[in-house]
């Protein structure tokens, strides 16, 4: 049987760095709230658009499988704030690349895009439609913010990271995978301003307003990441205890915490950067799995399990068979362009811009 191995990952994060304490400059927050609320410190703020940095990120994922982008037959895009809806974002990371043999596409389910992308990648290729894939999750969320809302504004950052899947015989990649949404409660959680909806409203470009009902969303994030768990671990026969890393999606550290407590999951066994990146919705799951394996983290043959959940409200677990390899088979010369400014003076620029400056 089919199955597809993850053989390279690279990582993509914009180098400014927005503090606690310069959102404290424009809103009426603070650290401690901040920190002890969801335990971010900081996040990135981008300089360019989603597809340099998701270039880097592919050629970095590449460079590590050792596979050219002139192979690569699929490229799915997990992503919620796309450059341009048409075209799309895969096939303009395409073009970058000089896939030209592959088909492009992206997947919408907000914070769990990437995980819902590696779902359609892998099928593709356990059904033989394709043999390899470049998956993507990635963000620039600070166009779309609306930095009047401190709700809101202090808890997301931008980023992007890739993995390549290739079809193999062995047991790898994807072992289970449950997927789902609580559509019920998909008005918890609205980006108005994204969107034909508001087409004729004459908004301006990153002009948004944001429904955020965070203790609701919260109460059934806990409910959707810790049910889904349950789910594929018995898919498999298998318990808490067979797992060897946990990379939940990294929304706040309480979220993490409590549903590692509904799993009995230890917290030691649960790899957390949000303190580090806040919210980059599709991209947390797979820095977070670049992060883990540079930090050695991941070790041959180990079963991991990466929760997620988002905008929909959609949820997911997927159970993650590692293959024999946890270094890079190589390295791709590639790098953003230099930022010259803060990301502070970036938000600004961005807050301008939406009152029409
Ligand atoms: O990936 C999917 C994205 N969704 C999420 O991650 C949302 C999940 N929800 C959460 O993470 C949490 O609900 C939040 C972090 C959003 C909020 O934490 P909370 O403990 O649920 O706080 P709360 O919303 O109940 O607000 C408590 C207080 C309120 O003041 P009052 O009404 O008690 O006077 C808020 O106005 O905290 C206030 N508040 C703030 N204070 C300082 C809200 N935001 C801030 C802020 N700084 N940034």
Known sequence: MTHAAVTGWGKCLPPSVLTNADLATFLETDDEWIVSRTGIRERRISHVRLEDLAYVAARRAL???????????????????????????????????????????????ACTSFLYALSTANALIRTGVVRNAVVLG?????????????????????????????????????????????????????????GGRYADFQRRYGLTDWVFEGPEIFKRAVMGMSGACAEVLAARGLTAADIDLVIPHQANLRIIEAVAKRSGLPMEQVFVNVHRYGNMSAATVPVALVEALEAGRVTPHSTLLLPAFGAGL???????????????????????????????????????KSRGG
Not at 75 to 95: E, H, K, W, Y
Not at 150 to 178: H, I, M, Q, Y
């Open 314 to 352: 959609t949820w997911c677990a997927h159970l993650l068979r590692w293959g024999d390899r946890v270094t890079p088979k190589g390295e791709a010369d590639v790098e953003l362009p230099a930022c010259d400014r803060t990301a502070l003076q970036l938000v600004q620029a961005l807050i301008a």
């Open 63 to 109: 460079a590590a499988a050792g596979l050219d982008p002139e192979a690569v037959e699929l490229i799915v895009f997990g992503t919620c704030s796309f450059d341009d809806q048409v075209p799309n974002q895969a096939s303009g990371l395409q073009l970058r690349l000089g896939a030209k043999r592959a088909a492009s596409l992206d997947v919408n389910t």
């Open 138 to 194: 990635g963000e620039v969320i600070s166009t779309f913010m609306d930095w009047s809302n401190r709700g809101v504004a202090v808890l997301f950052g931008d980023g992007c990271a890739a993995v390549v899947l290739e079809a193999t015989d062995r047991e790898e990649g994807v072992l289970a995978e449950k997927l789902g949404c609580d559509a019920e409660a998909r008005s918890t959680l609205v980006i108005q301003g994204m």
